[in-house]
């Protein structure tokens, strides 16, 4: 199965400004990003997805290869759709790494991977982790059912946790592994009601009644969109075992 890794990076952040460029350890946000994704076992090619000539130097100066897009698109699934589409070649999966996930773990790549090759049926598989506490409007919740099947995804407090010593979310893991004809279909469609409502993307999806599957993975991952995550990434990449792999070679 050919798989092809897309990460699209944006350089007009509004809650964090010039956020891809922002360094950690002296290397670009976006950079770790490609850095970690390109650790992974399971993906055949790795582009940036970017919006601006200055993103694009940085990539060429890490040796990071990117494809310039659209200032216009309104998410990142769109850009990596007109990235896809610019390369002109043909693959079974492409898997979407936000590139404000400079922590992300390449197994877990490899788990999205492997589990959307088994359910070959499914168009998006949307990968999870477990939280015991609501963790806010920046992360995106997963509603799935027994046999993981996604049937809303919110940034609200829920689902409503009816006895709260039980308290279970699953928050979204920022991987998002496409078939090539739903990433079209997706693209080809206006943003939905629910979409526009709740600034997730992925609602769109739901919306137009793609087959969403869910998998639960251990450990932890998180985004840096405001300044106080950027902090904690400082912090938390002195103990990170993965950065100083690829950190020891730059």
Do not use: W
């Not at 798989?3 to 360094?23: E, V, W």
């Not at 990003?33 to 399971?42: E, G, V």
Request: glycine share 4%.
């Amino acid at each position: 199965m050919k798989t092809l890794g897309l990460i699209p990076s944006r350089l007009a952040s509004t809650r964090l400004k010039n956020k891809p460029l922002l360094k950690i350890k002296d290397m670009p946000i976006v950079i770790h990003t490609y850095k970690r994704a390109l650790m992974s076992k399971k993906l055949d090619d790795l582009f940036i997805c970017c919006d601006d000539i200055k993103i694009k130097k940085i990539c060429e100066h890490y040796g990071a290869k990117s494809i310039l897009t659209s200032k216009k698109h309104t998410n990142g699934t769109e850009r990596i759709g007109e990235g896809y589409k610019k390369l002109k070649k043909k693959y079974d999966l492409i898997v979407d790494i936000q590139g404000d996930e400079p922590f992300i773990n390449p197994s877990h790549i490899d788990q999205v991977i492997d589990f959307h090759s088994k359910n070959k049926n499914t168009d998006i598989i949307l990968p999870t982790l477990k939280s015991k506490n609501y963790a806010g409007k920046h992360v995106v919740n997963v509603l799935k059912t027994e046999k993981n099947d996604v049937i809303y995804l919110s940034r609200g407090n829920l689902p409503f946790q009816f006895k709260k010593k039980n308290s279970l979310y699953y928050k979204h893991l920022s991987i998002i592994s496409f078939t090539p004809s739903s990433l079209k279909k997706f693209c080809e469609s206006k943003q939905t009601f629910l979409e526009k409502i709740e600034g997730i993307e992925l609602l769109r999806a739901i919306e137009l009644n793609m087959k969403i599957k869910t998998l639960l993975l251990k450990g932890d991952s998180f985004s840096v969109d405001v300044k106080k995550d950027f902090i904690k990434a400082k912090k938390y990449i002195l103990k990170d075992n993965i950065s100083k792999k690829y950190l020891q070679n730059e």
